[in-house]
């Protein structure tokens, strides 16, 4: 799976970037190069979607049937999920999808847009309530807004990193990122989410902020940052106003 944002709106953390990028002999390379190493590696197996200059997602058909890969799109909003989940059929019941044919692709469209447009529970809860090992990438094109989010337990593995121009790359194959981003990169937090507007939070511990700590490399060199959840420091709690609130990511639980 490949993903790549441009910055203005997907805003990813500052301290992916890391300067050594720019110093080192390996550099970033644009994301069109990126794309092209991605389908390179999947000849057979691969297609991507590009919407103009503001996204593109890839994805590869899983050649190894005990890890599972989807990809769906429905009105607009495409989501590449990696993982499975063990309460689907409860999930698809509450979110009104019984009944009809749904992977956990569709389950997360499904979830994301009740969230974006009705904000009935607060998101950190909705992931709190998946069972099972999962990382996905949503995008949404009505809001040009990105929503990604990683399981706790660590089966699944999601890397982000910083493309030659800004964009912020996301993918589950390491050697992708590495080829892409250069030093500007590090693994998504386990229990964490992420939204191109209300940026990168743990879902685990909703009410902590999180804070990034730099990676050092086997050469000593700052290579992007990792992220925690800070135990000392808490978010403010804002009451949320207007339609734009109901996506509940910036002021969960």
Same mark, same amino acid.
């Given at each position: 799976?490949?993903?790549?944002?441009?910055?203005?709106?997907?805003?990813?953390?500052?301290? %992916?970037?890391?300067?050594?990028? $720019?110093?080192?002999?390996?550099?970033?390379? @644009?994301? /069109?190069? $990126? %794309?092209?190493?991605?389908?390179?590696?999947?000849?057979?197996?691969?297609?991507? =979607?590009?919407? /103009?200059?503001?996204?593109? %997602?890839?994805?590869?058909?899983?050649?190894?049937?005990?890890?599972?890969?989807?990809?769906?799109?429905?009105?607009?909003?495409?989501?590449?999920? @990696?993982?499975?989940?063990?309460?689907?059929?409860? @999930?698809?019941?509450?979110? /009104?999808?019984? !009944?009809?044919?749904?992977?956990?692709? =569709?389950?997360?469209?499904?979830?994301?847009?009740?969230?974006?447009?009705?904000?009935?529970?607060?998101?950190?809860?909705? @992931?709190?309530?998946?069972?099972?090992?999962?990382?996905?990438?949503?995008?949404? $094109?009505?809001?040009?807004?990105?929503?990604?989010?990683?399981?706790?337990?660590?089966?699944?593995?999601?890397?982000? !990193?910083?493309?030659? +121009? !800004?964009?912020?790359?996301?993918?589950? +194959?390491? #050697?992708?990122?590495?080829? /892409?981003?250069?030093?500007?990169?590090?693994?998504?937090?386990? !229990?964490?989410?992420?939204?191109?507007?209300?940026?990168?939070?743990?879902?685990?511990?909703?009410?902590?902020?999180?804070?990034?700590?730099?990676?050092? +490399?086997?050469?000593?060199?700052?290579?992007?940052?990792?992220? #925690?959840?800070?135990?000392?420091? #808490?978010?403010?709690?804002?009451?949320?106003?207007?339609?734009?609130?109901?996506?509940?990511?910036?002021?969960?639980?």
């Amino acid at each position: 799976m490949l993903a790549i944002f441009q910055k203005t709106f997907a805003h990813p953390p500052e301290e %992916l970037n890391s300067p050594a990028s $720019t110093l080192s002999g390996k550099t970033p390379k @644009l994301p /069109g190069e $990126t %794309l092209s190493d991605f389908l390179s590696n999947h000849p057979d197996s691969a297609f991507s =979607m590009s919407f /103009g200059d503001s996204a593109v %997602l890839a994805f590869a058909r899983p050649e190894n049937s005990h890890r599972p890969r989807m990809f769906s799109g429905i009105d607009g909003i495409y989501c590449a999920f @990696l993982g499975a989940l063990n309460n689907l059929c409860d @999930l698809n019941k509450q979110y /009104g999808l019984s !009944g009809k044919s749904s992977n956990e692709a =569709m389950f997360v469209i499904e979830a994301y847009r009740t969230l974006r447009d009705r904000g009935p529970y607060p998101a950190d809860q909705v @992931l709190r309530g998946l069972d099972g090992s999962f990382a996905f990438v949503v995008y949404d $094109t009505q809001t040009s807004s990105v929503f990604a989010a990683l399981g706790s337990d660590g089966a699944e593995s999601l890397y982000w !990193g910083i493309a030659a +121009d !800004g964009s912020v790359v996301m993918s589950d +194959d390491i #050697k992708i990122i590495k080829q /892409g981003c250069a030093k500007s990169f590090a693994p998504f937090p386990t !229990g964490c989410m992420f939204h191109s507007e209300s940026g990168l939070m743990s879902f685990e511990h909703p009410k902590n902020k999180m804070k990034a700590m730099q990676r050092i +490399d086997s050469e000593g060199v700052i290579c992007g940052a990792n992220f #925690k959840v800070d135990t000392y420091s #808490k978010i403010n709690s804002i009451p949320r106003r207007g339609s734009e609130a109901n996506w509940s990511l910036a002021n969960s639980s």
